[in-house]
């Protein structure tokens, strides 16, 4: 077993000595083809800076069994390949104070807050069974690609649980982000609650990827997908697929995607939110199966969104089953000219399971407004 030391570059397979290690400028793995075993040991940083394990330019490299504290990012790992990270704890890195701001959920990777576990450039690699909670982000992924990500715990960060920026191709499943929520205050009795902060953070072109069996409740929002950035550049996130996730309770949205298509979401959990789906200036988009129940306001709502598919969904207890209208944005019109209203649309709503059977047929409100945002239609399906 080795004894870490502050800075220790590591070029073989090494166990640490179990214990508690104060170590300001961490470890540096320098090889291909290495395990680094934590055993089990502790490693401490400084203020909140630097990062307890990085590692550049290498592959099929293993880390496990370690647990890391007070660091900028806790591990930092970029243009690698075959990576493992199984089993080791992450808290306490650096975090922007709560009760402050409203998240930029723009930064690229030079300029990322701080997290558990950050991945840029890193291609078919593996995440398994880590905790990350209790810090501002759990995992940042930037510029990522066939990444499986599971049995993780990101839950209780003030930002993002579970954050792909440009990350494609990969799957996550299994994974808990519960309760990723933060305040920012204005005025002395108002404020806004989330801020930005999700669950799952989905941006930049992050396509392709799957979502199985994941948690986010009680979230600023569960799942965040955005396609379209402050500049109106137009990235979007597109062809994902959202399958068995719960993102129930938050005070947003459950499942909100803008700018982004062909993505598909299927027997998902979208229940007591404001708004159980938001999916504006989107298109040909898949809901089937989903529960989305209690929503203060709509179970899905869309501005300028076409081609949607909504079948076999069940609604109870919302404002709103399902609300349609047109915004007319200049600058939004010319990035996706397509999306000057809401148009074919195919919905089919059934109540066959067993909740919805206790209370007989419910009707589900449609409402579909014109661009003045006057009621244009409006009418009762069951």
């Avoid at 880590?130 to 690609?145: A, E, F, I, V």
């Avoid at 899905?300 to 609604?315: C, H, K, L, S, T």
């Amino acid at each position: 077993m080795t004894t870490p030391t502050d800075g220790m570059i590591i070029t073989e397979d090494t166990t640490l000595e179990p214990g508690v290690y104060f170590l300001p400028n961490g470890l540096k793995i320098a090889a291909s083809h290495i395990t680094l075993d934590g055993n089990g040991a502790t490693l401490i940083g400084r203020d909140r800076q630097g990062r307890g394990v990085q590692i550049d330019g290498q592959h099929h490299v293993t880390i496990k069994n370690l647990h890391l504290r007070d660091y900028y990012h806790g591990i930092h790992a970029q243009h690698c390949q075959q990576l493992s990270i199984t089993d080791c704890q992450v808290a306490s890195t650096a975090e922007v104070a709560a009760n402050t701001i409203f998240l930029d959920i723009w930064l690229d990777a030079q300029h990322a807050y701080g997290g558990g576990i950050l991945l840029s450039e890193v291609e078919d690699s593996t995440l398994t069974r880590n905790d990350l909670q209790h810090q501002m982000n759990g995992l940042l992924t930037y510029d990522c690609q066939r990444l499986t990500v599971s049995h993780n715990n990101a839950s209780y960060c003030s930002g993002f649980g579970i954050h792909l920026y440009a990350t494609s191709d990969s799957i996550f499943e299994e994974n808990f982000a519960d309760y990723c929520s933060r305040w920012q205050p204005r005025g002395e009795r108002t404020g806004h609650m989330g801020a930005d902060a999700t669950g799952f953070l989905i941006l930049a072109g992050s396509s392709r990827n799957i979502f199985r069996r994941n948690y986010a409740r009680l979230g600023g929002d569960g799942f965040f997908l955005a396609g379209l950035d402050p500049h109106f550049n137009f990235r979007p996130c597109n062809n994902n697929i959202f399958d068995e996730n719960d993102a129930s309770y938050s005070p947003n949205i459950a499942f909100e995607a803008t700018f982004s298509a062909d993505n598909i979401y299927r027997n998902n959990s979208a229940n007591y939110c404001n708004y159980g789906f938001w999916l504006g200036f989107s298109a040909t988009n898949v809901l089937q199966d989903n529960q989305i129940n209690y929503c203060a306001q709509a179970g899905v709502a869309v501005e300028n969104g076409y081609g949607f598919v909504v079948r076999e969904n069940r609604f109870y207890g919302s404002t709103h089953g399902i609300l349609l209208w047109s915004k007319h944005i200049p600058q939004f019109g010319s990035v996706v000219p397509e999306n000057n209203t809401s148009y074919n649309w195919v919905s089919k709503t059934t109540h066959s399971t067993g909740m919805i059977k206790q209370f007989g047929l419910l009707p589900i409100r449609i409402m579909v407004f014109a661009p003045s945002h006057r009621a244009h239609r409006s009418r009762t399906t069951t």
